[in-house]
Structure formats: structure tokens, C-alpha cells
T-cell receptor
């Protein structure tokens, strides 16, 4: 069984640039969600995708956007990067339904200079 | 809004010294309470899901319990490899996980 994989693992951008992060879901999972984890804090929910549509969003501005593809892989796009966007971005996949466990990838560490 | 508070923030233990971590929560319509382990620079690793008050689950030296307002993660006779940050999260009707800030556990040999 293949777990959740994310790329790239590390990247450095400058303020105002755009970034795309990628995620492959665990086999058998059809729901993908993205979380932002700042240093020393717990992960914060960004949004969730099911059947290629966003079906839940946290308190993040519209410059955070995403996609889910037919094979359940996903992308997180962030436009107009700000210094505060520096964080570990985590992708999680699960089967659909309440109470389902989320399985996380190792994350993409984004540094904005 | 869902709230999750974990205590203590940090815990230093001697190998073999058992202890407990606390997770207090406020949520409307709990669908599940989750415990994760996170090593530095890595993604959270799933440990347990608890669904209703009174439920308990065990895995090796870890035991999680749940009441209507809080959950405990008991670490029995910890080893240095149990050193990590332990995250608690709750899930309500909209399926997102709301996490606490975590408890960082350091076990000295």
C-alpha cells in the first residue's frame, strides 16, 4: 500500500511569487485535505477536496487555491506569497465519511524570503 | 468554533517514568477525537481514533481514553524512541480536523 507522497519537500520563494505543491493520495482514498503548520503550532485546516470539488474551507484567503484530479491526486496553489506563508504544508488523504482517519504525507517546507 | 487545548506544552521524562498528556476540547457534534505523533520536520503519524466517552484504545506503551470534555494519552514505561510531539485533534460535522498545539515529550535514557 502506497502512502501519501508530497513534492517538493523543501522550497524557497520570495515575497510576491507563486507556488504549487503536489500530493498523491494513499491508495483507496478519495478525499484530500491540506493543512498549514507554522513552527511550534498545530496544523491549521486550509481546505478539503472530494470528487474534484472543494467541499470545505478554513480561514484562508482566496489566494490559497487547490485542485483534485480524477486519480485523487491534488495540488495546492498559493499566489502573491507573504512572509507569513512560511510553514510546513501537509497533505492528508482519507476515505470519505465522518470519523475517518486522515493519513498525512511528510509535508512541503516552504520558506518565503 | 471548535477548540482544542493540550497540556502540558512540554514534558521531560526519565526512561521508564510513566505520565499522561491531556487534551481538553469544545466541539459541537463530535465525530471523532484523534491522536497523532509527529517527529521533527515530518508529517503527523496516526495513532488512535476515539468516538465516544468511555472508549479506550492501546498501542504498545500508549493508551488513549476519552470523556465528554477531555482525552488523555497515557505513556507507560516510556523509552527514548517515544520522544516526539503528540497532537490531539477533534472532528465535527464538517469533517475538518481542529488540532491542538501539541505536547512535546522528551524521554531521557
Amino acid at each position: 500500500e502506497t502512502g501519501v507522497t508530497q513534492s517538493p519537500t523543501h522550497l524557497i520563494k520570495t515575497r510576491g511569487q507563486q507556488v504549487t505543491l503536489r500530493c498523491s493520495s494513499q491508495s483507496g482514498h478519495n478525499t484530500v485535505s491540506w493543512y498549514q503548520q507554522a513552527l511550534g503550532q498545530g496544523p491549521q485546516f486550509i481546505f478539503q477536496y472530494y470528487r474534484e470539488e472543494e467541499n470545505g474551507r478554513g480561514n484562508f484567503p482566496p489566494r490559497f487555491s487547490g485542485l483534485q484530479f480524477p486519480n485523487y491526486s491534488s495540488e495546492l496553489n498559493v499566489n502573491a506569497l507573504e512572509l507569513d506563508d512560511s510553514a510546513l504544508y501537509l497533505c492528508a488523504s482519507s476515505k470519505t465519511g465522518p470519523g475517518r482517519e486522515l493519513f498525512f504525507g511528510e509535508g512541503s517546507r516552504l520558506t518565503v524570503l | 468554533e471548535d477548540q482544542v487545548t493540550q497540556s502540558p506544552e512540554a514534558l521531560r521524562l526519565q526512561e521508564g517514568e510513566s505520565s499522561s498528556l491531556n487534551c481538553s476540547y469544545t466541539v459541537s457534534g463530535l465525530r471523532g477525537l484523534f491522536w497523532y505523533r509527529q517527529d521533527p520536520g515530518k508529517g503527523p503519524e496516526f495513532l488512535f481514533t476515539l468516538y465516544s466517552a468511555g472508549e479506550e484504545k492501546e498501542k504498545e506503551r500508549l493508551k488513549a481514553t476519552l470523556t465528554k470534555k477531555e482525552s488523555f494519552l497515557h505513556i507507560t514505561a516510556p523509552k527514548p524512541e517515544d520522544s516526539a510531539t503528540y497532537l490531539c485533534a477533534v472532528q465535527a460535522g464538517d469533517y475538518k480536523l481542529s488540532f491542538g498545539a501539541g505536547t512535546t515529550v522528551t524521554v531521557r535514557a
